[in-house]
């Protein structure tokens, strides 16, 4: 696996990126991934981190794949194949948000913010709050929202734009205004 103690971690897979082992930042440190296919994880591939920031940049094939038991606070995806998906799964409550560019020694990850993907279908699972600070674009795709402990909040005051062709929210205690959804 990947370990810092609160650093940051950026991996660009330059094809696709299977996750065997745990990458751990720290509770202060990011991880960003780049690949152009495929961002899966096995069961002991989770991710600790402040911010995980995930980019799937081939426009022929892959689907970002993380639902196993991660813990990041804030997440920020792009996801460029046509359909492709992205799946997340957090064990706390989660942030979706902005990821910032960064680069390293040649390997550049460009500024993420939201969740979006081309047409693909979104589907986010927070063991706590989930807030949404950041749009979220499925085109034609649809959006899953699931806080199985908590509350789904507009961290917006209800303008967080949600692009989709069907929407579900499931909360185990409130839905917060959410106002700004697009079909």
Same mark, same amino acid.
């Given at each position: 696996?990947?370990?810092?103690?609160?650093g940051?971690?950026?991996?660009?897979?330059?094809?696709?990126?299977?996750?065997?082992?745990?990458?751990n930042?720290? $509770?202060? =440190?990011? &991880?960003?991934?780049?690949? *152009?296919?495929?961002? #899966?994880? !096995? /069961?002991?591939?989770?991710?600790?981190? +402040?911010?995980?920031?995930?980019?799937?940049?081939?426009?022929?094939?892959?689907?970002?794949?993380?639902?196993?038991?991660?813990?990041?606070?804030?997440?920020?995806?792009?996801?460029?194949?046509?359909?492709?998906?992205?799946t997340?799964?957090?064990?706390?409550?989660? $942030?979706? =948000?902005? &990821?910032?560019?960064?680069? *390293?020694?040649?390997? #550049?990850? !460009? /500024?993420?913010?939201?969740l979006?993907? +081309?047409?693909?279908?979104?589907?986010?699972?927070?063991?706590?709050?989930?807030?949404?600070?950041?749009?979220?674009?499925?085109?034609?795709?649809?959006?899953?929202?699931?806080?199985?402990?908590?509350?789904?909040?507009?961290?917006?005051?209800?303008?967080?734009?949600i $692009?989709?062709?069907?929407?579900?929210?499931?909360?185990?205690?409130?839905?917060?205004?959410?106002t700004?959804?697009?079909?």
């Amino acid at each position: 696996g990947l370990a810092t103690d609160n650093g940051d971690i950026l991996v660009n897979a330059d094809g696709a990126l299977a996750l065997d082992q745990a990458i751990n930042a720290g $509770t202060t =440190g990011d &991880v960003r991934l780049v690949a *152009d296919g495929n961002i #899966t994880q !096995a /069961t002991a591939g989770t991710i600790t981190a +402040d911010e995980l920031g995930v980019r799937q940049e081939s426009t022929t094939a892959g689907n970002i794949t993380l639902g196993d038991a991660n813990d990041v606070n804030t997440l920020a995806a792009r996801n460029l194949f046509a359909a492709g998906m992205i799946t997340f799964h957090d064990t706390d409550g989660l $942030t979706v =948000g902005e &990821v910032l560019t960064k680069t *390293d020694d040649g390997v #550049t990850f !460009a /500024t993420t913010t939201g969740l979006a993907t +081309d047409n693909g279908d979104i589907l986010v699972n927070a063991d706590g709050a989930l807030t949404l600070n950041q749009a979220l674009d499925a085109g034609v795709g649809d959006v899953t929202l699931e806080a199985t402990g908590g509350s789904i909040f507009d961290g917006n005051n209800g303008s967080t734009l949600i $692009t989709a062709h069907d929407l579900s929210l499931t909360a185990k205690t409130n839905i917060g205004e959410i106002t700004d959804f697009a079909d």
